[in-house]
């Protein structure tokens, strides 16, 4: 089946500090993925579509400069949260759909959680 | 506004008993709905994927129907079991876009 990783599985940093949060596709090429974040008690959110070899689209309200999206390869996307402060804590949450499909199901990865002190 | 509803909120039940949660979605025109199962800290469990043109789906004790014309969408589980606790979330794929809206959840706590 469609395996979906993510690194790392959950991190801890410092208030001004810079994260990057990996996403891969393990055994097949993902043209689309797709971050979501979950906040405590509440569902996920999506914060932007990531397009391998283009710019991401992001949400209404999702600071593209604070949150830096690469899709470089069709295996691999990228997540930083730039300057990371207490309120962007959270569970982060990738999936990514196959390329050449109808997009017709996207699978998940198991998820980062960020705690920013 | 495309929204997605479970009710209820939170369930606790005994051991051995049938169940069935609640999604209901406010737009019919929809590609796809899928049940998640999300452990506490845990990422996402896919369960069942039901297309526009489907009734329903079964894995095991699970059964998920569509009724795309009242915006509804139920999961059943059967012979509930302790393990079965987690909190479970509907999405929905909407027509014409990529995106799923997620439910806020129903945490379940099947009791031994």
């Known amino acids: 089946g469609a395996v979906v990783s993510q690194h790392p599985s959950w991190v801890i940093c410092k208030s001004g500090t810079s994260v990057k949060i990996e996403c891969r596709s393990l055994?097949?090429?993902?043209?689309?993925m797709f971050w979501y974040r979950q906040f405590p008690k509440q569902s996920l959110m999506l914060m932007a579509t990531?397009?391998?070899?283009?710019?991401?689209?992001?949400e209404q309200g999702v600071e593209k400069d604070k949150f830096l999206i690469n899709h470089a390869s069709l295996t691999l996307s990228t997540l930083t949260v730039t300057s990371a402060h207490p309120e962007d804590s959270s569970f982060y949450i990738c999936?990514?759909?196959?390329?050449?499909?109808?997009?017709?199901?996207?699978?998940f990865g198991p998820g980062t959680r960020l705690t920013v002190l | 506004k495309q929204e997605v509803t479970q009710i209820p909120a939170a369930l606790s039940v005994p051991e051995g008993e049938n169940l069935v949660l609640n999604c209901s979605f406010t737009?019919?025109?929809?590609?796809?709905l899928q049940w998640f199962r999300q452990d506490p800290g845990k990422g996402l469990t896919s369960l069942l994927l039901?297309?526009?043109?489907?009734r329903e789906q079964t894995s095991g004790r699970l059964n998920a129907s569509l009724d795309k014309s009242s915006g509804r969408s139920t999961l059943y589980i059967a012979a509930s079991q302790p393990g079965d606790s987690a909190t479970y979330l509907c999405a929905v794929r909407f027509t014409g876009t990529y995106k799923y809206i997620f439910g806020t959840g129903t945490r379940l706590k099947v009791l031994a």
């Open positions: 039901i297309q526009s043109s489907q």
């Open positions: 999936s990514a759909t196959l390329s050449g499909g109808s997009y017709n199901e996207q699978f």
């Open positions: 990531s397009n391998e070899g283009s710019k991401a689209t992001y």
């Open positions: 055994d097949f090429q993902a043209t689309t």
């Open positions: 737009d019919s025109a929809i590609y796809n």
